[in-house]
């Protein structure tokens, strides 16, 4: 007789998470267990589905073999609502977060208490390749965190673009405005007007305070500066072009590639264009 067949549901549970911990899970393991029994929606660990357990820990090949095998890509934890894309996202999983989406993944499903979505997740890290990868999934950047009544923690920064300048993680705001997330540095005011008139943090606070000011500052000193350019594409005109001259003038290149800053540089994609800017999934490098 077959000794999975012989196994109690605990121990299937174990073997599958172990054949997942070791990213060693295929198609006919994971058969063999469902045939003992294994229900691979069930939740488990902290209310967790076995596609949410492979999302957390980074276990990219998993997936799709329990996607194929009738893994609800959207299934929610019942603690939380998080889905499996919010526990790729959460943990920087951006291989995990391309093979979600190519399987059908909600991208926009926000959770139960603080009401984020996954694009919040990667905005908070600043994890450029996780927002480029939602930004070709048709991500909404202006989701709104819609907390329950009394969930306060870690939420309420409203927008993907505004969590990442709240929580110092600028990394991605480029790439979020250049994917048309609107600047919200107009909720920032208060703020920016404190951090125009003040010194440098350094000195005032430990080494990881000190670094959170400066990445939040930097944030607001960026989108401050997009908006009095009128608008990111106009901004970056300027910048490259900027860029690009001082190269020329420092160099002393010939004359002909000041004409080429002049002009050619002065051309920037729309938006997306369409969504192939950032391409495919498939030519995210996963």
């Known amino acids: 007789m077959d000794s999975t067949a012989q196994l109690n549901e605990r121990q299937l549970n174990e073997r599958v998470l172990q054949y997942i911990r070791n990213g060693t899970l295929d198609s006919a393991k994971l058969d063999e267990c469902i045939r003992a029994g294994f229900d691979v929606n069930a939740e488990r660990?902290?209310?967790?589905?076995?596609?949410?357990?492979?999302?957390?820990?980074?276990?990219?090949?998993?997936?799709?073999?329990?996607?194929a095998?009738?893994?609800?890509?959207?299934?929610?934890?019942?603690?939380?609502?998080?889905?499996?894309?919010?526990?790729?996202?959460?943990?920087?999983?951006?291989?995990?977060?391309v093979a979600l989406l190519e399987a059908g993944a909600d991208?926009?499903?926000?959770?139960?208490?603080?009401?984020?979505?996954?694009?919040?997740?990667?905005?908070?890290?600043?994890?450029?390749?996780?927002?480029?990868?939602?930004?070709?999934?048709?991500?909404?950047?202006?989701?709104?965190?819609?907390?329950?009544?009394?969930?306060q923690y870690n939420a309420g920064f409203g927008t993907p673009l505004a969590t990442a300048a709240m929580c110092g993680n600028p990394n991605?705001?480029?790439?979020?405005?250049?994917?048309?997330?609107?600047?919200?540095?107009?909720?920032?005011?208060?703020?920016?007007d404190r951090e125009l008139g003040r010194e440098d943090?350094?000195?005032?606070?430990?080494?990881?305070?000190v670094a959170l000011l400066r990445a939040h500052r930097a944030a607001l000193f960026y989108l401050h500066r997009v908006a009095e350019a009128g608008g990111y594409r106009k901004y970056e005109r300027r910048r490259r072009a900027a860029v690009m001259a001082m190269a020329v003038r420092s160099s002393k290149l010939p004359a002909a590639l000041l004409i080429w800053v002049e002009h050619v540089a002065d051309s920037f994609p729309d938006p997306l264009e369409e969504r192939g800017l950032f391409g495919s999934l498939r030519k995210l490098g996963y």
């Open 69 to 97: 095998a009738g893994a609800n890509v959207n299934a929610r934890s019942a603690s939380r609502g998080h889905s499996p894309l919010h526990s790729a996202a959460n943990n920087g999983n951006v291989a995990c977060i």
């Open 107 to 151: 991208p926009n499903l926000a959770t139960l208490r603080s009401g984020r979505t996954a694009f919040h997740f990667v905005a908070a890290r600043g994890d450029v390749r996780g927002v480029a990868a939602l930004l070709a999934a048709g991500a909404n950047t202006e989701a709104v965190e819609t907390p329950e009544p009394g969930w």
């Open 172 to 192: 991605a705001i480029p790439t979020l405005l250049r994917g048309g997330a609107k600047n919200c540095i107009g909720q920032f005011e208060e703020k920016l």
């Open 45 to 67: 660990n902290l209310s967790s589905t076995a596609l949410h357990i492979a999302a957390f820990r980074g276990k990219a090949t998993c997936i799709p073999v329990l996607v």
């Open 201 to 209: 943090p350094g000195g005032e606070f430990n080494d990881s305070t």
